[in-house]
Structure formats: C-alpha cells, structure tokens
C-alpha cells in the first residue's frame, strides 16, 4: 500500500528549495511563517498569498499558554478564531494541522493533571471546531516529556481522546517523539484507525541516511496499520537544505 505523498516541514524561505529537491507538498510551519505577529494579533504573511498547501504545523507559539491555573479557553478560542480563517485562505480543502505546540500546552507546576488534561480537551475540542469553520482538521500530535507534560505517546493520545470522548480528532505519528518516549513502533497498529498523519526523521533529527533509527521499521509498521496518508519530514537540516531533501525523499521513495 504506498503512501500518497512525501513533504518537508519548513518556513517561506525554504519552500522553493524543497520543491526543488523533489518533495510532493510542503508543510509550513504557521506560528512567525504562516502569519506573522500584527498589532496585539496576526496578519497572513505575504509570501504565503497565492499558495495552498495540504498541512501546517506548529499551530501555537509558546507565548500563548493554552493551559493554566484557571482555565484559558477564551484565550485560546480568540487565537483559534483568529488564526485558522488566515490558514483557511492558503490551505488545500481539508488540509492538516498539526497540534503539538509543546510549550502553549505545559500544564504549569501545581495543576493537577486531571484539571490540566479536562483543560486541554477543552481546548482541542475549541481548535477542532475553529478548524472545521475554516475547512481545516485538527490532528493532535503526541510530543516527548522534553516539550510538554501533558500526552507524551500514541497510548496516551488515544486514552485522553476516548476519556474525553473527543471526536474528530485523529493523531499524528511523529517517529522522532515515538522514539525518545520509548514506545513500541506497535502502538501504531494497536491505535490504527485514529492516524491521521505523520513526521518521520533519522537519529538526533537529522536527515534520512545519517542515523540508526529505524524510521524504514517506521514506514513498515504504517502500512501494516494500513495508512496511506502522507509522511512528512521533520528534521533539524544541516548547511545543505536541498541535498538534505533530496537525499531523504530519494530514500523514502526507494523504501
């Protein structure tokens, strides 16, 4: 079963680059790319008019806390409200947006962790609605304990979504957070039917090739848990951006 499209994360100045190495899409990153601060809000940037693309990531800066001591939820509805019309204008229908945003959604010292996880379903249920009105879909995406306190695995993304009875909302399997949260690449097929899409890099972030991660064991357990979604890299790219890509997707498409 292929996969239907290989992409790059990356900002406005690379764009043309990626193309050019041959990805299929890109995926920019919204927070400071996409739009861009204005006033006390956000503006569209003006490199992004004119173009759709299938999915964002990075929804929230860290400067935007979406989980407190006291609920959020206004904030954090002012902000959804505001930013997902700006990505519905250079979005694809349907398009994706990746929730990680591990510093917005830190649940702060002395909030206990059911108070913080009902926060949080409070607030993705905000974005998912937000995203909807703007024909876009919200994916969760779990991170490592490094970026956030709060769902750090595939396992613990799908208990807080039943737990919360959160529809709508698929996951995202992001092979760099499955790795450092040492959870089985099987939790994958275990929680098949709510993947929706999915980041891959090699060892320490980097490119495809250059570690020992087992991003083609990655690719395997996908297809056996019958996705056939796109996969999009996400890495930490050295002073060759477009040899980087290429290489990678040279790799992912050999694979």
């Not at 860290?62 to 902000?79: F, N, T």
């Not at 519905?88 to 206990?112: C, M, N």
């Not at 695995?153 to 709508?168: K, R, T």
């Amino acid at each position: 079963m292929p996969f239907s499209a290989f992409g790059v994360i990356t900002d406005a100045a690379r764009t043309d680059a990626a193309f050019a190495a041959g990805v299929d899409y890109v995926e920019p990153t919204i927070v400071d790319n996409v739009v861009v601060p204005h006033g006390e809000g956000w503006r569209l940037s003006d490199a992004y008019r004119g173009k759709r693309h299938p999915s964002f990531a990075v929804l929230a800066p860290g400067s935007v806390p979406l989980i407190g001591m006291e609920s959020r939820l206004d904030e954090a509805r002012r902000y959804f409200d505001e930013v997902f019309p700006l990505l519905g204008e250079v979005a694809e229908p349907g398009a994706k947006v990746v929730f990680g945003s591990g510093r917005s959604r830190t649940a702060p010292d002395g909030l206990a962790k059911e108070a913080a996880l009902a926060q949080l379903a409070d607030v993705v249920r905000a974005a998912r609605d937000a995203a909807a009105a703007a024909g876009l879909r919200v994916m969760l995406e779990p991170l490592n304990t490094g970026e956030t306190n709060l769902i750090n695995s595939i396992g613990e993304a799908s208990d807080f979504l039943d737990s919360f009875e959160i529809d709508g909302v698929p996951i995202v399997a992001d092979l760099y957070h499955i790795v450092l949260a040492g959870e089985p690449l099987e939790s994958i097929v275990d929680h098949a039917a709510k993947i929706g899409h999915t980041h891959i890099a090699d060892g320490g972030r980097r490119y495809l090739g250059t570690g020992g991660w087992p991003w083609r064991e990655f690719l395997a357990t996908l297809q056996l848990a019958g996705y056939d979604g796109s996969v999009s890299l996400e890495c930490n790219w050295g002073d060759d951006f477009e040899s980087e890509v290429r290489a990678s997707v040279e790799l992912l498409r050999a694979a």
